[in-house]
């Protein structure tokens, strides 16, 4: 059961570290490189779904399958972290098996070169993304396990799963609060839902502030139950995460919901989660808490 407990805890690192890894490295080489005129090419776009595609659009959710994977993968050789190089042994393995010599027909691998008539480009234009995120999350994820390598035994106790599970359900209700914003900002901007579509650098974004929320929800839990002083600061965080975040970005990216009546239901959603937060990771995990001791 506690080898159960102790996957799960580290599944949750992997997944948490390599969404974010990917969402940053997709969105830096998207603005870097016109995928577009790459995708041009007949062969490549006979190969790779269209951009708008279902699948690529959703992408960035579906990280959390293929982070399941990386878990059941790493986890048997975990220890290897623990060392000073222990993010090069990660990252050497990724690039090794994960990339160059991969079993498949994929890009940037050997037996892709051979065996596909992908141009050498495409090839190689896509490595500086995959090496640059695979690095990324090789050293983030040593750091956090060299941190947390002596506190298994607190991961693994109800508090720590109360905690968890307590923030999961304010993230998901934040993902709720930020959809129904931009569904509230369609109507009230009289906007057609053509050109209010959804796309891949949307749901990047949305999954973005649904990983902050989940690291601050968890973050400041036992804080503001030692003082409630913290719900000061927690305060303007989450004005930030659900204000700041969504309306600064699409006014630089100039989306379909870059208007300022945006402010209207992103300041509501703001007070809503704040208020859910108080009740639930205040109120009850005090509850809870105390009933532990």
């Not at 776009?45 to 878990?71: H, K, V, Y």
């Not at 914003?181 to 650098?201: F, H, M, P, T």
């Not at 973005?208 to 303007?236: E, G, H, N, Q, R």
């Amino acid at each position: 059961m506690n080898n159960f407990k102790n996957f799960i805890i580290f599944y949750i690192k992997v997944a948490i570290i390599h969404i974010f890894t990917y969402i940053i490295f997709a969105t830096l080489f998207s603005n870097i490189i016109d995928y577009s005129t790459v995708y041009s090419n007949l062969l490549v776009a006979n190969f790779i779904q269209d951009l708008e595609s279902t699948a690529i659009i959703i992408s960035p959710l579906l990280e959390i399958i293929r982070a399941l994977f990386i878990a059941i993968a790493l986890y048997p050789i975990r220890n290897i972290m623990h060392s000073k190089i222990g993010w090069l042994y990660v990252w050497m393995i990724f690039v090794s098996i994960g990339i160059i010599a991969t079993p498949s027909y994929a890009p940037s691998s050997i037996e892709g070169i051979i065996y596909t008539k992908l141009p050498m480009s495409f090839h190689l234009i896509n490595l500086p993304e995959i090496l640059l995120q695979t690095l990324s999350f090789s050293i983030i994820i040593s750091i956090v396990e060299n941190i947390t390598k002596n506190k298994e035994a607190y991961f693994s106790n109800k508090v720590f799963f109360s905690k968890l599970l307590l923030s999961s359900i304010i993230t998901i209700i934040g993902v709720l609060l930020t959809i129904i914003s931009s569904i509230i900002i369609i109507k009230i901007s009289g906007l057609d839902y053509i050109n209010a579509k959804i796309d891949r650098a949307t749901i990047s974004y949305i999954t973005a502030i649904s990983i902050i929320t989940l690291i601050v929800s968890y973050s400041f839990i036992d804080l503001i139950y030692k003082t409630k002083l913290y719900l000061i600061i927690l305060f303007p965080l989450f004005a930030i995460i659900y204000i700041a975040i969504p309306y600064f970005y699409n006014y630089i990216l100039n989306t379909a919901y870059n208007t300022k009546m945006a402010l209207i239901p992103y300041t509501s959603s703001f007070v809503i989660i704040y208020i859910i937060y108080l009740l639930l990771c205040v109120s009850l995990y005090q509850k809870i808490k105390n009933h532990n001791k």
